[in-house]
């Protein structure tokens, strides 16, 4: 039987009774690209052509740096942090909006010391996403704040 209401439950970390919350990108075998975040799909009909899921971050957590050509809808919920769209690094607070275009880099990070918790809305049939490679992070990493951003230097640096 589907539920078709879901009602908040608590305050911290976010989450829906009655919605599972699942394991973000189960592990290939190879290095985690993502840290301490779950994922919860809260909207999964078959009649719709999109997915609403809730991702919430924990304190110093991110998600994978990846692109890909199906776009994302971002609104920001919960917590503190920050994202790299593109060429762009944002400071992110509740209600943010947040589009991901088409092949932008992205990444969403949350502050060392909150949490981050968003709304992403994505297309049910997607292309998977591509991870950086050598110099797709000597090219962002040029830009000082995103370089910041990722934790990394540049190469030339
Ligand atoms: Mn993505």
């Not at 994922?39 to 809730?54: A, C, E, K, P």
């Not at 304190?59 to 919960?78: F, Y």
Request: glycine share 8%; net charge negative.
């Amino acid at each position: 039987m589907t539920i078709p209401r879901h009602r908040r439950e608590g305050e911290e970390p976010f989450r829906w009774e009655g919605v599972d919350v699942r394991e973000y990108k189960p592990d290939d075998g190879g290095e985690p690209t993502f840290k301490d975040l779950s994922r919860q799909i809260l909207f999964d009909d078959s009649n719709l052509d999109h997915q609403v899921r809730f991702f919430d971050i924990e304190p110093g957590g991110h998600t994978t740096l990846e692109r890909h050509k199906h776009t994302h809808s971002v609104v920001v919920l919960g917590g503190h942090g920050q994202c790299l769209v593109g060429d762009f690094v944002f400071d992110l607070m509740p209600h943010d909006l947040i589009a991901v275009e088409q092949w932008e880099w992205h990444q969403f990070r949350a502050a060392p010391d909150d949490h981050l918790g968003f709304i992403c809305i994505v297309n049910c049939n997607r292309d998977r996403p591509q991870l950086p490679n050598a110099p797709d992070l000597e090219r962002l990493t040029r830009y000082p704040e995103i370089a910041t951003f990722l934790g990394l230097t540049h190469p030339g640096d």
